[in-house]
């Protein structure tokens, strides 16, 4: 199964800006939908941020709109998955997860931690 790294984590000050990058160990077959999630500390649920299909229709979490934007490097399988963070905010404090659906397979990276402080 495809490993998907992802990378960009960091320590910023409410207001500033991020840009994580998620990428495949292989090319991606099929792939449905690709997304970003975030768990923030110490809740156990992970929250959809934003995600992306495969014809490029985006979609994002009412807490995000506006202020993030997710892209991926082209439309090849392969391709680099993006999040930009602008105007981050302390609830915004999480650890990020890529992932990436290609039926049957759902890929997950370990995650990047982001902390936003006030």
């Known amino acids: 199964q495809v490993q998907l790294v992802e990378s960009g984590g960091g320590l910023v000050q409410t207001g500033g800006s991020l840009r994580l990058s998620c990428t495949p160990s292989?090319?991606?077959?099929?792939?449905?939908?690709r997304a970003w999630y975030r768990q923030a500390p110490g809740k156990q649920r992970r929250e959809l941020v934003a995600s992306i299909r495969s014809g490029g229709t985006t979609d994002y979490a009412d807490s995000v709109k506006g202020r993030f934007t997710i892209t991926r490097e082209s439309a090849k399988d392969v391709a680099v998955l993006y999040l930009k963070m602008d105007s981050l905010k302390p609830e915004d404090t999480g650890v990020y997860f890529c992932?990436?659906?290609?039926?049957?397979?759902?890929?997950w990276g370990r995650g990047t931690e982001v902390t936003v402080s006030s």
């Open positions: 292989s090319i991606l077959f099929n792939v449905y939908n």
């Open positions: 992932n990436a659906v290609a039926p049957p397979y759902t890929s």
